[in-house]
């Protein structure tokens, strides 16, 4: 027996388990939380240091530390015990959740000073304003629990949510304590950041994938050595390990996008009230469409609920009118009397005309790119498809086709690949055929374009953005990239050209995801008038939930409904929802494993009395059948609570040896992405 003494190492490695090593003597000091380097195999990693003085079980001849890394912080307890939550809820190894914790680079050659460009924008100090009745309650409410605490903020759009957050944050630096806002990546808009800078100058960090590596670590440590004490970010800001985290903001919490979709697939609203809970403090969730999980956890009592139900300064909600496209066929017209594009209605017609006749602006929302979905050959029935993934080929500029899905282009040929004929024809609508269209019923007026073709970095955003500030733009053309966080004063008209696109997905909260972007589209209209706003709302299908609910502006009822629906098929947040996705390049093989892989699960299941409830349905193609040449298969698991699906998988997964080469497991824990 060696008298060293051992830890236990969280390596940053594929491991489902703590490995133990020897303190080397001439490392004098070693405490939880310390990150170490250690050997692994022939390579040297990094690993952050979990349990000291363990009894090492003698088998094996133990390795020795490295050396210790003064470099980075040492962890909290806390911290460790939230990582460790990560760990265990999503089923990834902890040594790899640990890591994230950490900044991309060294902190050597931190050059805050000769920094080119501005991350955080340079800004006059302003001051808060008088707060609203409704904003004044909700603080008071807030702030009357101590400790921790899951508080929903429900405030329509325009309601002044982000004024209650500035005015908790300030509360909560005055005692001498961080706070980290969590926001959409869509929404880290410079127009956000100059809100937050502006009310606490000099003290705001920002986290988000557009800063480069050298500039996430700068801020990072920024944060870390109490140069700043806002940390603004999206989600994987949320693994800075802020000391001591005085509150956890998250604005516009029903996101999807707080969902991770690869390697660790963790949602950022969960851990964040978990990692309220391990620094006891409050958590600030903020929406006007709540996810339906957080409804119901208000429902419940399990989180705190706060409403807040006008907008500030008496401003109005804006006035909604669905249209039915199927009744709009023949009549539409022009002002020259020439027959409109088959996709815009009489009346978004005449209130644009309005609209820009009162030198106001617009915006037209369409979640579809491109100019046409399908391209289709009339004479054989050939549509052109992407060889890698199960999905049509958009077209874009004339003759560019492009798979919206890996990014596989190709050009549109005038002959047919199938046959001789060759009557090729594009089929269906996107962005670019609106601003098409639109520049030429409108030749006087300046149009911007907001998609992912035309916004591809932060300062394609910016100008977009000062464009529309400054009025240049008259009417603004976009995807889901115009629905978030955008607030324009001489914005009044919206167009929601297809409010369909979505309603069909095959996914449980597709009815979900549709009533927050109308709603949330709707709420871009008349933010700053004292008129209300105006929206358009074309559709195929006026009777749907999401279009009904959204037109009455009312949330509760949606909710309620929609909850009906989920509380009989068992889904979230009624149930809990596990995805086994088994993903290779040989379709055969894929198969293969998916039907073991579910044969394994049934047998588990019939050994296991706990799993009795659990239902395992599929092995079923993905929708995505084809995805970036891997074919896809799922398993979807339904259980009443999620400590029975996460043990089922752990054991489910605990050996993998069997898999057929070239064929992977991977496990979507409360899976945000059906598809
Ligand atoms: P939300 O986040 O709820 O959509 P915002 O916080 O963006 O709403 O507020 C909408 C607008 O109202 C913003 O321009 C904001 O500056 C302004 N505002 C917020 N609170 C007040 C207030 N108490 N008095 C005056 N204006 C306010
Ligand atoms: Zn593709």
Known sequence: MSSQRCVQVAVDAPLKELLTYRVPSDLNFIEEGMSVTVPLGKRKVKGVVWKIDVTPNGEFKLKDIIDSSSERPVLSKSHRQWLEWISSYYLHPIGQVAALTFPPLKQKGRSTANAKKQVIPNIDPSSPPELTEEQKSCIEAIQSVNGYATHLLHGVTGSGKTEVYLHLMHDVLAQGKKALVLVPEISLTPQLLKRFASRFPGQVAVIHSHLTEREKTDQWWKMILGEA?????????????????????????????????????????????????????????????????????????????????????????????????????????????????????????????????????????????????????????????????????????????????????????????????GDIHPLGLGTELLEEDMARLFPDIHICRADRDEIQNRSDLEEMISSMESGKTDLLIGTQMIAKGLDFKGLTLVGLVMADVGFSLPDFRAAERSFQLLTQVSGR???????????????????????????????????????????????????????????????????????????????????????????????????MAKLRGKFRYLILLKGSSHKMLENFCQQLTYDLKWMPAGTKLQIDMDPMNML
């Open 229 to 421: 004490q806002i940390l603004i970010g999206a989600r994987s800001a949320l693994f800075c390990p802020l000391e001591p985290l005085g509150i956890v903001i998250m604005d516009e919490e029903h996101e999807p996008s707080f969902k991770q979709d690869e390697k660790l697939r963790y949602h950022a609203r969960d851990a964040a009230i978990v990692r309220a809970h391990t620094s006891h403090c409050p958590v600030v969730l903020g929406s006007a469409t709540p996810s339906l999980e957080t409804w119901r956890n208000c429902q419940t009592q399990k989180y705190h609920y706060h409403q807040m139900v006008h907008r500030v300064s008496e401003r109005k909600m804006p006035e909604i009118e669905v249209v039915d496209m199927r009744e709009e066929r023949q009549k539409r017209r022009d002002q020259e009397g020439q027959p409109l594009p088959f996709w815009i209605s009489q009346s978004l017609y005449d209130r644009l005309l309005e609209t820009f006749q009162k030198g106001e602006q617009a915006a037209l929302f369409l979640n579809r790119r491109g100019l046409a979905q399908t391209i289709l050959c009339q004479s054989c029935g050939y549509v052109y498809e992407c060889p890698n993934c199960a999905i049509s080929l958009t077209l874009h500029a004339k003759n560019h086709m492009v798979c919206h899905y890996c990014n596989y282009t190709d050009r549109l040929t005038e002959q047919c690949p199938q046959c001789a004929d």
């Open 525 to 623: 209209a008349g933010r700053h008038s004292e008129m209300p706003g105006q929206v358009v709302i074309q559709t195929y299908n006026p009777g749907h939930a999401s279009i009904r609910y959204t037109q009455d502006n009312d949330y509760s009822g949606f909710a309620h409904e929609e909850l009906s629906h989920r509380e009989e098929l068992r889904y979230p947040p009624f149930g809990k929802v596990a995805s086994l996705k088994i993903i290779g390049l040989h379709h055969d093989r894929v198969v293969q494993a998916a039907e073991q892989l579910a044969q394994r699960g049934f047998v588990l299941q019939s050994k296991f009395p706990p799993y009795k409830d659990l239902q395992i349905l599929g092995p079923t193609q993905a929708p």
